[in-house]
């Protein structure tokens, strides 16, 4: 076969969840996950120490709990977000490039993607990772893994990966597009932008000065340079600012927030949890929230967010907490995928039909009603 006549293939990678939200099946997926030494970077001693006696005896029965409150009867909302988006993106590049969604732990596995794809003929594989900013704990574990399973393969196929996609505009676009009339029927005081935490050590590991400029400054993160190229906090700072001003909100009215940390050593500052507390001790009775760390809804938006920060701040004398939805399968997100894939990568820049429009607000339109 001639390398014109190739068929190219896309894999579509999250990050995963457990088959249900029993106990055994929460246990099996944190193993999985919190065993990987991109996620838990100790020792391999101390990383089986804190998994086995101190982890894994507790969190998967309190995870298992916040799994049932947002269960559907069709399965996690996450799996689901995900092989929706995949049947729509499919649709939209055509029978000739096969599409699958793959998570990093637990199902669907990349490695039955990979043989699914070869099956199917794929010769060269385009593999987009759903994270829209590089930490080696996700984006970089999941690339690891493309790789580990297909070096397995006799016969391996060309691969390209598509670079994050913190600051591209059609990514920028559409989450601003997805939020623009949440934030007009909420009339929010104040909106944050609540990005996944990391420990802050990762985030030193990453910097190309050798530890000289992230986390060294207040400004370390306000503009990408060759140090921070590849600083998560900094890709926040530029997901939010990006957004921010398609939103047409001014510094004033926006903060970005860390969640989702675990144990005991610092992480990105401020924590989501403790500043929605100060924030309603502080006055602020409407409060909108943005996680453009995550492209679908998961535990960490619905149930972290919409349930438990939410109560949090109702209790503290907040009004409303309003969970902006993430992308999910919305069209326009589709139609981002599939831009940002020609212009990332060579192998599926041809691919056709091309999408249709998507008609929306006016990108940089004014949010009607926020308040000042």
């Known amino acids: 076969m001639s390398s014109s006549n190739a068929r190219c293939g896309l894999m579509l990678i999250n990050l995963g969840t457990p088959d249900s939200p029993s106990v055994p099946d929460v246990r099996r997926y944190l193993r999985e996950f919190l065993s990987d030494p991109r996620v838990l970077d100790l020792s391999t001693l101390g990383r089986f120490l804190l998994l086995n006696f101190v982890i894994l005896p507790r969190r998967p029965k309190q995870s298992a709990e916040a799994y049932r409150a ?12 995900g092989q929706e988006l995949a049947r729509k993106v499919r649709l939209v590049l055509g029978d000739e490039v096969p599409v699958e969604l793959a998570m990093r732990y637990q199902n669907p596995p990349i490695a039955s993607a990979l043989v ?41 196929p060309a691969i390209q990966v598509v670079p994050p996609f913190f600051d591209h505009p059609a990514f920028l676009d559409s989450f601003a597009d997805v939020a623009r009339p949440v934030l007009a ?97 502080s006055g602020v009775r409407r409060l909108a929230v943005l996680c453009p760390a995550f492209v679908a809804d998961c535990l960490e938006t619905l149930e972290e967010i919409g349930i438990r920060a939410r109560k949090d701040f109702l209790a503290r004398g907040g009004e409303d907490l309003r969970l902006v939805p993430s992308l999910n399968s919305d069209d326009r ?26 008609e929306g607000p006016r990108r940089g339109a004014p949010v009607a009603g926020l308040a000042s």
């Open 333 to 358: 997100w589709v139609a981002a995928i599939v831009r940002i894939l020609r212009e990332s990568t060579t192998l599926l820049r041809d691919a056709e039909p091309s999408p249709p429009p998507v």
């Open 116 to 156: 699914r794809l070869k099956d199917a003929g794929v010769d060269r594989l385009v593999v987009l990772p759903l994270f829209p900013q590089y930490s080696s704990a996700a984006w970089g574990s999941a690339v690891e893994k493309v790789y580990v399973e297909a070096n397995r393969l006799w016969n391996v």
């Open 185 to 281: 029927e909420a009339s929010p005081d104040l909106v944050l932008m609540s990005f996944h935490g990391l420990p802050q050590r990762q985030v030193i590991k990453s910097d190309e000065s050798g530890g000289a400029h992230c986390l060294r400054s207040p400004t370390c993160c306000d503009t990408l340079v060759n140090a921070n190229r590849n600083c998560y906090r900094a890709q926040c700072v530029a997901t939010a600012r990006g957004i921010a001003e398609r939103l047409d909100l001014p510094p004033a009215q926006y903060e970005i927030t860390f969640q989702s940390r675990l144990g005991r050593e610092p992480w990105l500052t401020p924590y989501t949890d403790l500043r929605i507390r100060e924030l309603a001790a």
């Open 70 to 81: 947002i269960w559907t009867v069709q399965g996690s909302p996450l799996l689901l977000h």
